[in-house]
């Protein structure tokens, strides 16, 4: 198998090479092109699973599985602009937001991670999905995706919407911006401090700031 990333960072589209046997799975709706013989075969994941995925995630209750009965190429294309990168995934769980998950080749299954009480405080999703088990799997972000490694006890705050992805079994917590002004008026009120050692992935841009600047060209039109 073999992948690249092409019209990155803004638009990006994720092309990938199958030898004959090989196979991916994608969210649906996320096929831009097929070359050769390919099998597809609609599936839920696992009923449980996807019924959580759709109810609490978001998601789409389907996905997709190419198979190549011949050399054959795909191409998927994310819903909301951006760039695409790979996570390698091999035993330890991985956290990603409902609206990046893009592809994932290998024995990964998909599920749902309840955030809690955190994920209420600190707004944005409260729930993520959850993809456990050894493969890739592709992630977009909207604009462009910074990854940041922490060392052992190093900390860093962060915007609660610009998360991506990151292990899951990276320790945060939820705490105010700054003091009681800073917090009230200064535009971040809850962030998330996060303590490694661990990985994030970090997306530029977040999608609250545009449809609230669409919304005040559209008004209350539909």
Known sequence: MEWFVEQRPAYSILKIILDPGESVTSESGAM????????????????????????????ALFLNTYIAKSQSELWFAPGIPG?????????????????SY??????????VAWRGLKGLLAEGELVWL?????????????????KVELGVGEKIVVDNFHFVAMPANTRYRIRKFGGWKSFLLGGEGFVVEVEGPSILYLQ?????PLAYAIRKFIGGRS
């Open 130 to 146: 959850k993809l456990e088990g050894h493969g890739i799997t592709w992630v977009n972000g909207y604009g462009g995706i910074e």
């Open 102 to 111: 893009l592809a994932h080749t290998g024995n990964i299954k998909i599920g």
């Open 83 to 99: 760039d695409i990168i790979d996570i390698k995934i091999s035993g330890e769980p991985w956290l990603v937001q409902d609206s």
């Open 32 to 59: 831009m092109l097929m070359k050769g013989d390919i099998d597809i075969r609609t599936h839920t994941g696992g009923i449980g699973r996807a019924l959580l995925r759709r109810i609490a995630g978001g998601e």
């Open 204 to 208: 530029t841009r977040i999608l609250p």
